[in-house]
């Protein structure tokens, strides 16, 4: 098993620019999350997913979108991209066991907004 | 709201314990985690505990939970330098209908290891 992969590793964007960063898992796990990671400010929530074609907002959804088409890829996407977005982004997935959840990360996509 | 505090910096001399300090405010959790992140890479669940017990031992680490206090710790006996990394506490409800696996997340104590 390959786990959690993000594509890509890195990105130089400019403002206004738009991408999409893929994640994708091979665990079926139903549940999918994307998190920005600041200095000092730990993981936020950006979007999740408890289910193919399900999405909900997070703590920090302004200026992302996501879709989860498929089962095992969410995808996170800026629209116009602003310098305030320069973070790392890491994406997880989970399943339920033992009356717990347990998120299994990617490596991170870094990102710079110029 | 639900809100998790760590200090942010701790360092400790090789072969040292090495005590991380979390504060919860979310009354309702049952599961609460440590994750390490080590440079450039994702995170990692180290261990967690059910909000019913108030210690858990695995190997080097112990975790001690205080939940009159809302109050964890990760203690990590005889600390190496390959131990140096971000710990996350988070934290999480018990699972139900409404619940969709999210965690909250502490800011992250960063453990310096000094030979």
């Known amino acids: 098993n390959a786990g959690v992969t993000q594509t890509p590793k890195f990105r130089v964007l400019k403002t206004g620019q738009s991408m999409t960063l893929l994640c994708a898992q091979d665990?079926?796990?139903?549940?999918m999350y994307w998190y920005r990671q600041d200095p000092g400010m730990g993981l936020r929530l950006i979007h999740y997913s408890v289910g193919e074609g399900t999405t909900a907002k997070g703590e920090v959804p302004d200026g992302y979108n996501v879709s989860r088409l498929k089962k095992q890829n969410f995808l996170l996407g800026l629209e116009s991209a602003a310098p305030s977005q320069t973070s790392v982004y890491f994406c997880?997935?989970?399943?339920?066991?033992?009356?717990?959840?347990?998120?299994?990360f990617g490596p991170g996509t870094r990102l710079t907004v110029t | 709201g639900e809100d998790v505090e760590q200090s942010l910096f701790l360092s400790v001399r090789e072969g040292d314990s090495s005590v991380i300090n979390c504060t919860y405010t979310d009354s309702s959790s049952t599961y609460l985690y440590w994750y390490k992140q080590e440079p450039g890479a994702g995170l990692q669940l180290l261990t967690y505990i059910f909000s019913n017990m108030d210690m858990k031992q695995d190997q080097r680490l112990t975790v001690l939970l205080n939940k009159k206090d809302k109050h964890l710790s990760l203690r990590i006996a005889d600390t190496q330098t390959g131990d140096s990394a971000i710990y996350f506490c988070?934290?999480?409800?018990?699972?139900?209908?409404?619940?969709?696996?999210?965690?909250?997340f502490g800011q992250g104590t960063t453990l310096q290891v000094k030979p």
């Open positions: 988070a934290e999480t409800p018990a699972y139900g209908s409404s619940n969709t696996g999210k965690l909250i």
């Open positions: 997880a997935s989970s399943y339920f066991r033992d009356n717990s959840y347990e998120q299994y």
């Open positions: 665990m079926n796990h139903e549940y």
